[in-house]
């Protein structure tokens, strides 16, 4: 049995791999997105936006083109947030918020811009949408700080959850999924305080979830079926 996972506002999650495999297999953004590699990890493209958009960012082509060419190569593709010392993130964060600082073009939020970058550097940078934001009581004017905020409080959280979320990430390795220690704490914020989080959405969720299993089919689409 997993231990439980508490997350900044004191909620304990006590079956962390049940809310993980929800949300997986519910949105089944995980061949769309999280297993996405992209072509360019240096600079922003327009594949970046359309993967985005995989995780309904609604980023049209003309608000994205300003952006394409930019580099983000400051910000290390090696870079963790969660395992960096404290040093290392101090230097980091100033690093990577002088970058951000320079691409939020009109109509390219926090939410937007970080569903575009997490897939570039996908063990350091959240997707930091409009649920996690609040969850975490982030407050900001300026939105380069508002993702290093961001950053911060989750960084904090995953460090007192170290043991659970590397079993939920050997977890999905079994399962024949790679995710992210990171994604993994963000998607868990998402199931428990986004709009499909309710009791009764999950029981009948899972109750056409069952129905796939027992049909032969799993809804994420992935040989070793996991049970939500």
């Known amino acids: 049995m997993l231990s439980e996972i508490t997350l900044n506002n004191m909620v304990a999650i006590d079956r962390p791999d049940r809310e993980m495999f929800y949300y997986l297999c519910r949105f089944r953004r995980y061949l769309r997105y999280d297993i996405v590699r992209p072509d360019d990890g240096q600079r922003i493209t327009d594949q970046d936006r359309q993967l985005a958009n995989k995780l309904a ?24 947030l969660i395992h960096m010392s404290d040093e290392e993130w101090l230097r980091c964060a100033k690093v990577t918020k002088d970058v951000l600082g320079t691409l939020f073009v009109m109509g390219v939020g926090i939410p937007r811009l970080t569903k575009a970058l997490h897939r570039k550097r ?12 609040a969850a ?12 290093i905020q961001c950053m911060e409080v989750i960084r904090n ?3 007192q959850n170290l ?12 399962k024949g999924m790679e995710l ?40 994420l689409g992935i040989p070793k079926t996991p049970c939500v």
């Not at 043991?163 to 079994?174: E, G, K, Q, T, V």
């Open 122 to 133: 996908p063990n350091f940078i959240p997707v930091c949408d409009s649920v996690l934001l």
């Open 57 to 80: 960012a609604r980023i049209g082509v003309n608000v994205w083109n300003s952006l394409i060419g930019r580099s983000i190569s400051a910000i290390h593709s090696k870079w963790n």
């Open 180 to 219: 992210t220690e990171l994604r993994i704490l963000e998607l868990l914020y998402w199931t428990v305080f986004g709009p499909f989080g309710t009791a009764q959405q999950r029981t009948f969720f899972r109750t056409k979830c069952q129905k796939h299993i027992e049909s032969g089919t799993c809804l």
């Open 136 to 147: 975490l009581q982030v407050k900001y004017e300026d939105k380069a700080d508002g993702v």
């Open 157 to 159: 959280v995953a460090r």
């Open 163 to 174: 043991h659970s979320l590397a079993s939920l990430r050997s977890l999905c390795h079994a």
